[in-house]
C-alpha cells in the first residue's frame, strides 16, 4: 500500500454561523508526482502553460471533494489565446486525478470555453455544461463554473506553500462575510471561525493507463499495418488522458 503522505488529503470543512463549505490541501504531493510522470515520458511545457495545468488539477480536485464520492468529472478547456485544450479528470472512489495539455491541431475557438462532464453509477448519460469563461486562470473559472453550472456562488484562492481552497456557499450564506474574505481570511479560518471537519478524501497524480489498455485502440489498423507505420519500425502513441507516451511495434498490434 501506497503512504498516506503519498497522497494530497483534502479536508472538507463546515463553517458554522456562516453556512459555508471549505475543501482545502496542500497539493506538492499531487505536484511531484506530476513531475515525475513529465521526467519520464519526456513531455515539456511552458511555464505559463505549465502553472495552469497544475492550478486545473488543483481546482478539480477541491471540486470533487464538494462533490458526491462515486462522481468521476473531466474538465476541458478551449482556449483562444494561448490556443490549447486543457484537460483535467478525476474521481474520489479512484482517489486519483490527471491530466494534460494539448497544443497540436487545436479548433481555434472565438471565444474560451468551458466544458465539464460528470458520470456517476446511478446516471445512464453523463451530466454536461458547457459556459464562455474569461482569462486563463483556472482558478478564477471555478467562480463563473459554480455560479452557472452548480448554482451557488464559491471563491477559490491560492495560498503560501502550494495550499489551495475553494469556499463555497450554502444555504442561508452569510453573503456579506463570503463577499469579504480574501486569502488571509480563509488561511486562518480555523482561528476564527467556528468549523467542523465534515470528510476528509485523498488524491494523487495518477492515470492508470498501460500499454495493454492502449493496444486495443489500434485493433482496427491490423490490416492497414504498412499504412500505419509508413515505413518505421516503431510508432509513438500518447495516452489521451495524461499524455505518456508508449512505443509501438507492428509485432504488438499483430
Not at 125 to 146: C, H, I, M, N
Request: proline share 4%.
Amino acid at each position: 500500500m501506497e503512504a498516506v503522505d503519498d497522497f494530497t488529503k483534502i479536508e472538507s470543512v463546515f463553517v458554522r454561523h456562516r453556512n459555508a463549505l471549505v475543501l482545502r490541501g496542500q497539493f506538492t504531493p499531487i505536484y511531484t508526482d506530476y513531475y515525475l510522470h513529465l521526467m519520464q515520458h519526456r513531455i515539456r511545457h511552458s511555464a505559463e502553460l505549465d502553472q495552469m495545468l497544475k492550478d486545473a488539477l488543483a481546482m478539480l480536485t477541491l471540486h470533487l471533494v464538494a462533490r458526491p464520492w462515486a462522481e468521476t468529472i473531466a474538465w476541458t478547456a478551449n482556449l483562444r489565446a494561448p490556443r490549447l485544450n486543457l484537460f483535467v479528470t478525476g474521481g474520489s472512489t479512484q482517489e486519483s486525478i490527471t491530466g494534460r495539455i494539448f497544443t497540436e491541431d487545436v479548433r481555434e475557438p472565438d471565444r474560451n470555453f468551458f466544458y465539464s462532464q460528470t458520470t456517476s453509477p446511478n446516471s445512464h448519460e453523463p451530466r454536461t455544461s458547457t459556459l464562455e469563461v474569461d482569462g486563463k486562470d483556472p482558478v478564477a473559472w471555478v467562480s463563473q463554473f459554480y455560479d452557472q453550472s452548480e448554482q451557488r456562488p464559491a471563491r477559490a484562492f491560492r495560498l503560501d506553500d502550494e495550499n489551495f481552497a475553494l469556499v463555497a456557499a450554502q444555504p442561508d450564506c452569510d453573503v456579506e462575510w463570503f463577499d469579504a474574505l480574501d486569502a488571509d481570511a480563509v488561511e486562518n479560518i480555523d482561528q476564527n471561525e467556528e468549523i467542523k471537519i465534515l470528510e476528509t478524501r485523498r488524491f494523487r497524480f495518477h492515470c492508470g493507463c498501460t500499454l495493454e489498455k492502449i493496444l486495443p485502440v489500434l485493433g482496427g489498423w491490423r490490416d492497414r499495418l504498412d499504412e500505419l507505420f509508413a515505413g518505421s519500425d516503431e510508432i509513438r502513441i500518447e495516452c489521451p488522458r495524461c499524455a505518456a507516451k508508449y512505443g509501438i511495434t507492428r509485432d504488438m498490434i499483430q
